[in-house]
């Protein structure tokens, strides 16, 4: 499956730059989003470079014969009307783990807003881990990765910092921050 996902990337011109973290949990902020091919990227570079990593998803998503495949592409059920909210569910999916690393695209990637929300940052301060950037950059075709940070306790200042590292860095449809 490596093979296949590796010359896929390759065929298609992608490319691959930087390296990921040697951690064992980590929120992945993969912005800019602007396509649900994103996802289909994201997997693709998954299974090519060897790692697993997680997403959440609407529990309705895994109901029904699809259930067993978007468990096996990582996808973890959320219910947004329980009582400890999606970042409470995504926190808890970080406990009992030996191993997870969780993507989460913040939400106002996907059309132009001047606000990105908080919840990837709650999640990563709620489990102690760091935040890792991942972007996708399709004019140049390039899958970015990094930088590391550490949460502070001011979501704006590090929403700000990954902002700045996204500057010149396109969505397949892009809009601008």
């Known amino acids: 499956m490596a093979a296949v996902a590796r010359s896929a990337l390759r065929r298609a011109g992608w490319r691959i730059e930087g390296g990921l973290p ?3 949990k980590v929120v992945a902020v993969m912005a800019p989003h ?3 091919w994103d996802f289909v990227l994201a997997m693709t570079f998954m299974f090519a470079v060897g790692i697993r990593f997680s997403w959440l998803g609407k529990d309705a998503l895994f109901r029904g014969p699809l259930g067993p495949l978007m468990r096996w592409l990582g996808g973890v059920p959320v219910r947004r009307d329980a009582p400890t909210g999606v970042v409470g569910q995504a926190i808890a999916a970080f406990g009992g783990r030996e191993k997870f690393i ?4 913040p939400e106002g990637t996907r059309k132009a807003t001047s606000t990105w ?4 940052h709650r999640i990563a301060l709620g489990a102690g881990v760091p935040l890792f ?6 004019p140049r075709k390039l899958i970015i990765l990094g930088p590391l940070l550490e949460p502070s306790d001011d979501a704006q200042v590090d929403i700000d910092r990954i902002q700045e590292r996204l500057q010149g860095v396109q969505g397949k449809f892009p809009h601008g921050y």
């Open 22 to 24: 040697d951690l064992r």
């Open 117 to 120: 929300k908080t919840g990837f």
């Open 133 to 138: 950037v991942v972007s996708l950059d399709y």
């Open 34 to 36: 602007t396509s649900n």
């Open 102 to 105: 969780l993507v989460v695209a």
